[in-house]
């Protein structure tokens, strides 16, 4: 199956300080990117999609403000958790869609970025 | 509104058994179903995807039955391994308003699998 990958995997900031969060697809490009959220014990939470080259679509309740995301190219997505406060200290996973064939869609999850901020 | 419900939290199936995971969904536009599987503190590994025009996809071990009329599908795993045991997501998609893309993905809560040696 294609690979999405995240980086860092895991990351402790201060508070006030904003943090960076790498996505990309490495072996496919993709024509959507997501930003997920997982709280404990829960199921994932979407943040907000994006498109390359154009503005993300947030959720709901999601501050687009503070969850900055930039989608640079078919292959590259970046979430900035701004001026981050400890209750943005959560498990963060990025998801690249491809069109894998005539009506065949596939959505891969990266491995999830840990922030943990103090 | 749960549109997408996994109605079993757990499964307990013997290494070599066949496991089958049950899915319903309420809504009528959803016309493309995926499954996964989770671990903890992981992203979820796409595992199988049908279309609506489709009731069967199989891939290795792991086939999804697709009842459009009862808006059920379920994913079998054949045969099981201890491996298997994950947390099994489905998923579904609905077009776009213009219904030349899908939206965002719709999720049930999950189900349990545990297949013991």
């Known amino acids: 199956g294609a690979v999405v990958s995240q980086h860092p995997s895991w990351v402790i900031c201060k508070s006030g300080t904003s943090v960076k969060i790498e996505c990309r697809s490495l072996?496919?490009?993709?024509?959507?990117m997501f930003w997920y959220r997982q709280f404990p014990k829960q199921s994932l939470m979407l943040m907000a999609t994006s498109n390359e080259g154009s503005k993300a679509t947030y959720e709901q309740g999601v501050e687009k403000d503070k969850f900055l995301i930039n989608h640079a190219s078919l292959t590259l997505s970046t979430l900035t958790v701004t001026s981050a406060h400890p209750e943005d200290s959560s498990f963060y996973i990025c998801?690249?869609?491809?069109?894998?064939?005539?009506?065949?869609?596939?959505?891969?999850f990266g491995p999830g970025t840990r922030l943990t901020v103090t | 509104d749960q549109q997408v419900k996994q109605n079993s939290p757990s499964l307990s199936v013997q290494e070599g058994r066949i496991s089958i995971l049950n899915c319903d969904y309420t809504n009528s536009m959803f016309d493309y179903f995926l499954w996964y599987k989770k671990y903890p503190a992981e992203g979820p590994t796409f595992l199988i995807s049908?279309?609506?025009?489709?009731d069967k996809n199989e891939d290795g071990r792991f086939t999804v039955f697709l009842n459009k009329s009862a808006k059920h599908l379920s994913l079998h795993i054949v045969p099981s391994q201890p491996g298997d045991s994950a947390v099994y997501f489905c998923a579904a998609l609905a077009p776009n308003a213009g219904g030349t893309s899908y939206g965002k993905l719709t999720f049930g809560q999950g189900t349990i699998l545990t297949v013991h040696p």
């Open positions: 049908i279309s609506s025009i489709k």
């Open positions: 998801s690249a869609r491809v069109l894998a064939g005539a009506g065949l869609y596939e959505q891969y």
């Open positions: 072996d496919f490009q993709a024509t959507t």
